[in-house]
């Protein structure tokens, strides 16, 4: 029972988070009933588990990321908590795993059931996120509490060493170009602020805003490093070999957006070899082998990151209103091109760090 009310109170604490960050921003538009400013507290809560905040014919639906990300954290540190280490046998601890994360995914469900209900939002829509971040928090928590520390044949641990390294990789680069492009549009950026007129409450509420975004402004770079590039509504493409722009927001971050016509495929497609190149290097480093099973572990640990970006790019899609800006995001099914790219480099990333390692070994 104590796990249960660990997974309610993780859910709390994240709604108490975003209501501060609400109330922030509310305070300098206190015209709004204070009523409506929980509400809509709890809808942006609830966005991050996929809900949906509609107002003034706007409809948002893209997740924030980040905020999800946190109440993962939320739930990992409930689960942690919730664990009890049981008196015997190595079958009881999976057990008793499994009961802590079952019991936290209960306790978090039932507080986002009562949340939708509470602001007359659809509930049903965000329980397989809430069970999503819940249980995969819980067992993040509970496991490493209980000792699990990728454990498993090697050629499985190798795979995810290398599958983690690219995927790291990846974030790294993708955070470099996105903040060349900040540092390249920061005119267009403040003067995007400037026209919204934020007040101090206003700045500090968008600040945290593109924090909590932060995750899918890097999946949409990273997707774009890639080759698939990104949409912004019908009508608008942002690709390494061009940019279409058509009616855009005033949202100040697009002012970071390459100009108009502007593209340069051939430098970024180098970078976007550097996670698959890392992926290969990482998997051969963590299991030594013959040169076919060497390549093999690059190249599986390049899917697996491969497929983590994928998963990674089509959550970061979403709504920014309504009509012409319904789906906003990586392009699908383009994003798949990074599969293979990061497939491709980790294999010769592996035989590069195999025929590495076989010259040292002679050498020495």
Same mark, same amino acid.
């Given at each position: 029972? #104590?796990?249960?009310? &660990? +997974?309610?109170? =993780?859910? $709390?604490?994240g709604?108490v988070?975003? *209501?501060?960050?609400? /109330?922030? %921003?509310?305070?300098?538009v ?5 009523a ?34 946190l ?12 664990y009890?280490p049981p008196?015997?046998?190595a ?29 007359g ?22 496991g490493?509490? #209980?000792?699990?520390? &990728? +454990?498993g044949? =090697?050629? $499985?641990r190798?795979?995810?060493?290398? *599958?983690?390294?690219? /995927?790291? %990789? ?21 003067s ?10 206003g ?12 995750p ?7 997707a ?9 509504g019908?009508g ?16 100040p ?13 051939t ?14 290097v ?21 899917l697996v ?12 899609r979403g ?5 012409r ?30 025929f590495?390692?076989?010259?040292a070994?002679?050498a020495?």
């Amino acid at each position: 029972m #104590a796990a249960i009310g &660990g +997974g309610f109170l =993780a859910a $709390l604490v994240g709604a108490v988070v975003v *209501g501060g960050v609400v /109330l922030a %921003g509310w305070l300098g538009v206190s015209s709004v009933p204070f009523a409506a400013m929980l509400a809509f507290a709890g809808r942006v809560w609830l966005l991050a588990h996929g809900g949906i905040v509609n107002g003034d014919g706007v409809t948002i639906s893209m997740v924030p990321l980040g905020l999800s990300l946190l109440l993962v954290g939320l739930a990992a540190w409930a689960g942690s908590l919730a664990y009890r280490p049981p008196s015997v046998g190595a079958g009881s601890v999976r057990r008793q795993v499994l009961l802590t994360v079952v019991q936290v995914g209960l306790g978090y469900t039932a507080a986002t059931l009562a949340m939708g209900w509470a602001t007359g939002a659809e509930p049903m829509r965000a329980v397989p996120g809430s069970l999503l971040i819940s249980l995969g928090g819980a067992f993040l928590g509970a496991g490493w509490k #209980a000792g699990y520390r &990728g +454990g498993g044949p =090697a050629w $499985l641990r190798s795979t995810a060493k290398g *599958g983690a390294a690219g /995927l790291l %990789g990846l974030v790294v680069v993708a955070a470099a170009a996105l903040a060349t492009a900040m540092v390249q549009g920061e005119p267009r950026i403040d003067s995007l602020e400037q026209a919204l007129g934020f007040d101090t409450g206003g700045v500090v509420v968008w600040v945290l805003t593109c924090l909590l975004y932060l995750p899918n402004l890097l999946a949409w770079t990273a997707a774009w490093i890639l080759g698939a590039g990104f949409t912004l509504g019908d009508g608008s493409l942002v690709a390494p070999w061009g940019t279409r722009l058509g009616l855009l927001p005033s949202i100040p971050v697009f002012g970071a957006l390459p100009p108009e016509g502007s593209g340069s495929l051939t430098g970024w497609l180098l970078a976007g070899a550097v996670p698959g190149l890392l992926a290969g290097v990482a998997a051969v480093r963590a299991k030594a082998g013959p040169v076919v099973a060497s390549v093999g572990a690059g190249a599986a640990a390049g899917l697996v990151a491969g497929l983590g970006y994928v998963t990674w790019a089509v959550l970061s899609r979403g709504a920014l209103g309504s009509v012409r800006f319904a789906a906003v995001g990586p392009r699908v099914p383009e994003v798949l091109i990074g599969v293979l790219i990061l497939t491709l480099t980790a294999a010769l990333g592996a035989t590069i760090a195999w025929f590495a390692d076989r010259r040292a070994g002679s050498a020495d």
